[in-house]
């Protein structure tokens, strides 16, 4: 007999994890419908405002490079500034990994400190300091490849630590057993397990590296940013518009490269089958005769064919011998050019700390309210941001899910759609809708949106595309319509990483909204750059602690909350 | 297809749904745009603004560009109703479609004419650099694109000694520092070999403010505090017209009228001070530098601006 009683078993507990995500969907509802409110953007504006839009558009076309000399230059200067960045934060990451991975440094001091010091270069955003390295290595490539450097040890510290933290201890024990030392242990145990993440991860930096080497310009540190800026203080919109082309196509290149290349070394192309990098690129030891000399010195015998043992010129092995190859080339060159110079570099580093020295206020005088109205803008530019990229992004994202896109076109036709929109820089957005349609934070809010529009619609695709099958088969064999069907068998499946991704999206928009001040499009940005301009350096200093604390707690409060919603 | 019709209407609920959460305004709003020529932390605190608003009887948000361009592009979008800019700027916006007429132009010391000013190039003490010539292959602050003595005038002065001023040029390294203040200061902290900036903000604002101990003038007798200068005076500009406050024509006619008239009868440091905006004639922050207040100017006094602007060959000053 069904009874109310029986009924009420069917429905899921008010358990903490449910009311939680309740809280969180509200709070994160209310904050950005209130943000887009306030700030005066609504998903209507882009219609609202078309006839602005377009009159820009119209100025802008048609697009044209005068200089096509200068503009390859630039891209070039741009990729190798993005490489030598990655390379030094690479270098820098390695050794600061080590010391936070909780399964090598037991000392809780150390491990804190080196933790610490990825949070803190995580939360600078490298336009930010690029502002401060232009100070000291004046405009060029030089500061650029400091600000991507530190700023990458923030995201590559942390996952190199988490991979070493998740080595498999055997090779490590017997490593050890052997009566290895401490570095032994680390290089022969450690290291080569991690080595093909560590490459991976470095890979994926470097594409977010170029994506951001691509704006560095705009403060002056170098590349092809410096163009965007001339075009765009002298209203060349033509201009403008050919190198953003440039740029978007540049972008999307190397986003494709990288995920190949990351894909051959995760080894994603064979199956679960790990390989390890060392191996594919036949740097590994190579098993001699000698290994096998008996003890008592007969002659050394290889017991099998030795090329056996190498590993086949497969088309993975050729692929990475030519990545491998261009590395080190790209990294010779990225040196080399006559615009980095690592005297110039070395020259410069006793600058730094003083530098630093003088960012740090010495008391209170810097503070304005205006700072606190503009921090308070700039939370709401990255409410309102997310807010209206979500308005697009959740509709969208069904459109590029695999398993609940209406046909396989539609599927292609979403996904390359968000490729190109994930490789318009949102701060080049800013300048066009600066010039388009006025300055404040409505244009930085809407730039800000298309960015991640793109970057939201491929995590919540992707999400999307991970829900089991099972309780939609189940809806379906009741009757329910193709509407019913989603609305109560993949929405609800897809809720908790949505939520999830979705204050992810939030942390990033809040990072990317405190430096879209710098093209004058609202927030604490403005006066970050006017203090640099102007040698505030306190007032900068005071500034980059706000966002710090914002950031940082943004960043706490989301992980704090996906770790209880997924 | 019961899939795309689903989503197409979810798309369009969402859409109208959050529509539904637009502001509308019911006062009147005007916006006043200042590009960054100047201190940052003292630009908004400026009164003109303020005593418009009260006039006029509306709302005035104040915005601060980030660059020349912005304020430009704001005029020339009809977001700012009224721009406080240079001479230059006020040129390439009209002549890239900007539909703006003169509300006031800038009188210095006394109501008795139009101000001007000058640019002065600097660099600093002890620099090899000392003639306009000797900036080849040296790096060259300028303000921004669109300045009038932070980037036109230095423009035609280079041009003149056969260099090219451009952001392209090989002939020097050009730099926008992005504000007069800023390129002095770079000047001053080596940033930079050499620069411009207009001239009292060399020789009264950075001293005034602290930012710099001391200026020497070789071309003329300007030198303030020259035992401790960082930086010196090597050439000046010819006279520079005076700077605009621009009023959009796609303001109602009789509001447009009245902001000229209040603009040219109040913005003034003796109407200022009466009316209790400012304690004293001397302390009365209406704009920067030494400052009086509007006189009634027009459009064809900014001419001799377009002719310099078309001689340095700029594509900007180029009708389209």
Redo the contacts between chains.
């Keep these: 007999m069904v009874t109310s009683d029986s009924k009420q078993q069917v429905r899921p507990p008010v358990s903490r994890r449910r009311s939680l995500l309740t809280a969180t969907f509200v709070a994160f509802f209310v904050g950005c419908?209130y943000s887009?409110?306030?700030i005066?953007v609504?998903?209507?504006?882009f219609w609202t405002e078309r006839q602005?839009l377009f009159?820009?558009l119209d100025?802008m076309w048609a697009p044209r490079i005068d200089?096509p000399r200068?503009v390859w230059e630039a891209a070039l200067d741009t990729f190798l500034m993005a490489f030598a960045g990655t390379a030094l934060g690479v270098f820098l990451a390695v050794p600061i990994a080590f010391l936070s991975a909780n399964n090598v440094v037991k000392n809780r001091f150390v491990r804190g400190a080196a933790r610490a010091f990825i949070v803190v270069t995580r939360a600078l955003p490298e336009l930010i300091l690029a502002l401060i390295f232009v100070?000291v290595y004046?405009?060029g490539v030089l500061p650029g490849v400091l600000a991507l450097g530190l700023h990458s040890i923030g995201m590559l510290g942390k996952l190199f630590s988490d991979s070493i933290e998740q080595i498999d201890t055997g090779p490590r024990e017997g490593v050890v057993a052997s009566g290895a030392g401490r570095l032994q242990e680390i290089t022969t145990g450690i290291l080569p397990q991690v080595i093909p993440s560590f490459i991976a991860i470095s890979l994926y930096r470097l594409d977010i590296n170029f994506r951001a080497s691509t704006l560095l310009g705009l403060v002056?540190a170098g590349g092809i940013g410096l163009q965007i800026?001339?075009h765009?203080?002298?209203?060349?919109y033509q201009q403008l518009l050919g190198v953003t082309l440039v740029i978007i196509v540049l972008i999307a290149i190397v986003e494709i490269i990288s995920s190949r290349v990351r894909a051959v070394i995760l080894g994603h192309d064979d199956g679960p089958k790990k390989k390890s990098v060392l191996a594919t690129l036949g740097l590994g030891h190579t098993v001699e005769a000698e290994d096998f000399r008996p003890a008592d010195g007969a002659s050394a015998e290889l017991p099998f064919d030795r090329e056996a043992l190498r590993p086949p010129w497969n088309r993975d092995r050729i692929v990475m011998w030519i990545f491998g190859s261009s590395c080190l080339a790209m990294l010779i060159l990225a040196f080399t050019v006559p615009d980095l110079s690592f005297i110039e570099m070395i020259q410069g580093f006793p600058q730094i700390p003083e530098i630093f020295n003088n960012l740090i206020p010495r008391n209170m005088d810097w503070w304005?309210d205006?700072w606190g109205e503009l921090l308070v803008e700039t939370i709401q530019m990255g409410f309102a941001a997310t807010?209206?990229s979500l308005?697009?992004a959740?509709?969208t994202a069904?459109?590029a899910a695999r398993n609940?896109?209406?046909a396989r076109w539609?599927y292609n036709a979403a996904r390359s759609f968000i490729l190109g929109v994930r490789a318009l820089p949102d701060l080049i957005v800013a300048v066009i809708f600066?010039?388009?349609?006025?300055?404040?934070p409505q244009p930085g809010v809407l730039a800000l949106a298309i960015g991640l529009y793109g970057f939201s619609t491929k995590l919540f695709a992707d999400s999307i595309e991970e829900i089991k099958e099972g309780p939609r088969d189940g809806v379906r064999a009741t009757g329910a319509?193709?509407?019913q069907e989603?609305f109560t068998s993949v929405l609800p499946q897809a809720m908790p990483a949505i939520i999830g991704h979705s204050l992810y999206v939030l942390d990033v928009s809040l990072r990317a909204s405190t430096v879209l001040?710098?093209?004058?499009a609202g927030g604490i940005g403005?006066?970050l750059?006017?203090g640099t301009?102007?040698?505030q350096f306190e007032l900068v200093g005071g500034l980059l602690i706000c966002i710090f604390v914002l950031v940082y707690a943004i960043e706490i409060l989301s992980a704090w909350v996906r770790k209880q919603v997924i | 297809m019961k899939k795309l019709r689903w989503l197409l209407a979810t798309l369009t609920a969402l859409t109208m749904f959050a529509a539904g959460c637009g502001d509308d305004d019911e006062t009147v709003t005007l916006t006043f745009g200042a590009v960054p020529a100047e201190n940052a932390q003292e630009i908004s605190d400026y009164v003109t603004p303020q005593i418009i608003a009260d006039e006029l009887g509306v709302e005035i948000e104040f915005i601060q560009a980030a660059d020349y361009a912005g304020v430009i592009e704001g005029t020339i979008a009809e977001e700012v109703d009224i721009a406080s800019f240079g001479g230059f700027s006020y040129v390439i916006a009209t002549g890239a479609g900007a539909d703006l007429d003169v509300a006031g132009l800038w009188a210095s010391d006394t109501p008795d004419g139009y101000g001007d000013y000058r640019s002065y190039l600097i660099t600093q003490v002890g620099s090899d650099v000392n003639t306009v010539d000797d900036l080849r292959g040296k790096k060259v602050c300028f303000v921004d694109p669109g300045s009038t003595s932070g980037f036109l005038f230095p423009s035609a002065l280079l041009l003149a000694a056969g260099i090219d001023p451009s952001e392209t040029s090989t002939d020097i390294e050009a730099t926008f520092a992005g504000g007069h203040d800023a390129s002095a200061l770079a000047v001053a902290n080596g940033d930079c070999d050499a620069g411009f900036a207009y001239d009292t903000m060399v020789t009264e604002q950075l001293i005034e403010s602290g930012d710099i101990a001391g200026v020497i003038d070789e071309v003329e007798d300007e030198t303030v505090n020259g035992d401790v200068a960082e930086i010196r005076i090597i050439d000046k500009s010819a006279p520079i017209a005076a700077p605009p406050l621009a009023v959009g024509n796609w303001l109602p006619e009789d509001m447009k009228e009245e902001i000229i008239e209040i603009v040219t009868t109040k913005v003034n440091v003796d109407w200022a001070v009466e009316n209790g905006y400012c304690d004293s004639v001397d302390d009365c922050p209406l704009s920067d530098g030494p400052f009086w207040g509007y006189l009634a100017g027009d459009d064809a006094y900014f001419d001799p601006i377009r002719e310099l602007c078309e001689l340095t060959g700029s594509a900007k000053c180029q009708a389209d």
């Design positions: 419908l887009m409110w306030d005066g609504n998903p209507l504006t602005d009159n820009l100025r200089e200068l100070r004046s405009i002056g800026r001339a765009q203080g002298s209203l060349d304005e205006r807010g209206l308005v697009f959740i509709p069904m459109l609940v896109a209406p539609v600066v010039a388009a349609l006025g300055l404040g319509s193709g509407l989603t001040g710098i093209v004058g403005f006066p750059v006017q301009r102007l040698f």
